[in-house]
C-alpha cells in the first residue's frame, strides 16, 4: 500500500510539475516514514519549481528544513527555517523548532528562547512547545523555571517519554530527586528512543551529575582524540 501511495503521488507531479500539493503530500509521506533523504529531494525539487516565492511557500521551506536537520545537515536546514520566517514570521511551528534546534547545539540562546516565549503565547495549550520553553530554561540554568514549564508541559503531553524525562532532569536539579527518578521511569514506560532509553536508566543507577560528569569526559576525550589525528 505505502509503494502504491508513493508511486501514485510520483506519476501525479510528473503529470503536473507545477502541483506543489503533490510535492508536499510525498514529502510529508517520506518524513513519516523516516526517509528522510528522498523528503529532501523531493521538497529540493519542489523549491525548483517555484516561481514567485510568495508567503504561503512558509510551510515548504519549513518541511524541507526539517529533513534536513533529521538527516544531520544543519547548514542546509538552517537556511531553510530562517527563510520560512521571512515568509511568514509569527509561524509558532518554526519559531519554536528553530529556537529548540538552536537551544540544543547552545547557540544564539537569547534569540532563542525569545522565538520560543512567541510560540507559547500563541499556543499555549501545546505541550510540545510548552515543553521547549521549560527546556530553554533549563539549558540556560534557570530550573526553577523549567521545573514550572515543564510541569505544565507534562500536564499538557501526559503520555510524552521526552517531556518526562525533561521534568525529571529539571527536579533533579532543584533537589527533588525521589521526584526526578519517578518522572524517569514514567518516562521509560513510553517507549523512548533506544539513546534516550538507554540515558534514562543510565541516570536511574548512578544519578544525572554522574552521568553529565560522564558525558562531558567523553567529549573531551572525543576532541582530544580529533585534535590528536589531525595534528597526525
Known sequence: MLQEAIDKLKGFIEDD??????????????????????AADV?????????????????????????YERLKEWEKAEP???????????????????????????RNLDQAMDMIRK?????????????SLGWGYYRTGDFENAVKELERAVELRPIDPVINDHFGDALWRVGRK????????????????????????RKLDIGLDAVLEEEAEDAAS???GATANDGG
Open 17 to 38: 510539475p507545477s502541483d506543489l500539493a503533490g510535492y508536499m503530500t510525498l514529502g510529508g509521506l517520506f518524513n513519516r516514514e523516516k526517509r528522510y533523504r528522498e
Open 178 to 201: 525521589r521526584e526526578a527518578a519517578f518522572q524517569w521511569r514514567r518516562a521509560l514506560s513510553f517507549e523512548p528512543e533506544d539513546k534516550d532509553r538507554l540515558r534514562i536508566v
Open 119 to 131: 510560540a507559547v503565547e500563541q499556543r499555549p495549550e501545546d505541550g510540545y512547545i510548552v515543553d
Open 43 to 67: 521538497y529540493d525539487d519542489a523549491v525548483a519549481q517555484l516561481g514567485k516565492v510568495e508567503k504561503h511557500h512558509w510551510n515548504l521551506f519549513f518541511r524541507r528544513g526539517i529533513a
Open 80 to 106: 531553510n527555517f530562517k527563510r520560512s520566517l521571512e515568509l511568514s514570521a509569527n509561524q509558532p511551528e518554526v519559531l519554536n523548532y528553530l529556537g529548540y534546534s538552536w537551544l540544543e547545539m547552545g
Open 222 to 224: 572525543g576532541a582530544a
